[in-house]
T-cell receptor, first 120, second 116 residues
Framework: DAGVIQSPRHEVTEMGQEVTLRCKPISGHDYLFWYRQTMMRGLELLIY????????DSGMPEDRFSAKMPNASFSTLKIQPSEPRDSAVYFC??????????????????FGPGTRLTVL | AQSVTQPDIHITVSEGASLELRCNYS??????LFWYVQSPGQGLQLLLK??????LVQGIKGFEAEFKRSQSSFNLRKPSVHWSDAAEYFCAVEAGYGGSQGNLIFGKGTKLSVKP
């Protein structure tokens, strides 16, 4: 398998523009996660999906951020309008459901290479 | 609230020397603990994980970690470091209650440099 695929790898845009980040999870993984990494705040979970349904979006910073998962093989994270403070590396990760089912714990999350976003 | 502390921001060791990276967590129940490694410009890769059972966990690339409940620690160790181990290492705990399953809380990371 090619692993988690993210595009673009780098994005430079101007403040106020719309930005769309894309992710293709590993085939067969039911969970998909979006993270943001900055020097100041480290790695933060933004939102995650189970079977294409958003489960927890409490980490989404504000209404300018939205995420969708129209099918099992594709997800987007959109920022509209973008601001300089959104500059960060955005990671997508996916995982199988937990062993034995239930909600007790997660399985290994496989991370994509990330999208480095710079908002000028 | 759950939290993870990695006290060392940056560590430098000589190649061939032993390594221990510290991780302390705050969690009210049985924790699920992870160590990930991030090479420059790359995503995170799982080194090892602890869910239950034996408190000494073996991972990839010769790494191991020991869960100590009394100390709320999950330190990562390697007996002999290789130059290719230079990377940033992240400890994480999973907030595994019901709907928050999958919410990994990451530490701020420890950057490892290896001297020849």
């Amino acid at each position: 398998d090619a692993g988690v695929i993210q595009s673009p790898r780098h994005e430079v845009t101007e403040m106020g523009q719309e930005v769309t980040l894309r992710c293709k999870p590993i085939s067969g993984h039911d969970y998909l996660f979006w993270y943001r990494q900055t020097m100041m705040r480290g790695l933060e979970l933004l939102i995650y999906f189970n079977n294409n349904v958003p489960i927890d979006d409490s980490g989404m910073p504000e209404d300018r951020f939205s995420a969708k998962m129209p099918n099992a093989s594709f997800s987007t994270l959109k920022i509209q309008p973008s601001e300089p403070r959104d500059s960060a590396v955005y990671f997508c990760a996916s995982s199988f459901p937990p062993e034995g089912g239930g909600t007790s714990h997660t399985d290994t999350q496989y991370f994509g290479p990330g999208t480095r976003l710079t908002v000028l | 609230a759950q939290s993870v502390t990695q006290p060392d921001i940056h560590i430098t060791v000589s190649e061939g020397a032993s390594l221990e990276l510290r991780c302390n967590y705050s969690y009210g129940a049985t924790p699920y603990l992870f160590w990930y490694v991030q090479s420059p410009g790359q995503g995170l890769q799982l080194l090892l994980k602890y869910f239950s059972g034996d408190t000494l966990v073996q991972g990839i690339k010769g790494f191991e970690a020991e869960f100590k409940r009394s100390q709320s620690s999950f330190n990562l160790r390697k007996p002999s470091v290789h130059w290719s181990d230079a990377a940033e290492y992240f400890c994480a705990v999973e907030a595994g209650y019901g709907g928050s399953q999958g919410n990994l809380i990451f530490g701020k990371g420890t950057k490892l440099s290896v001297k020849p």
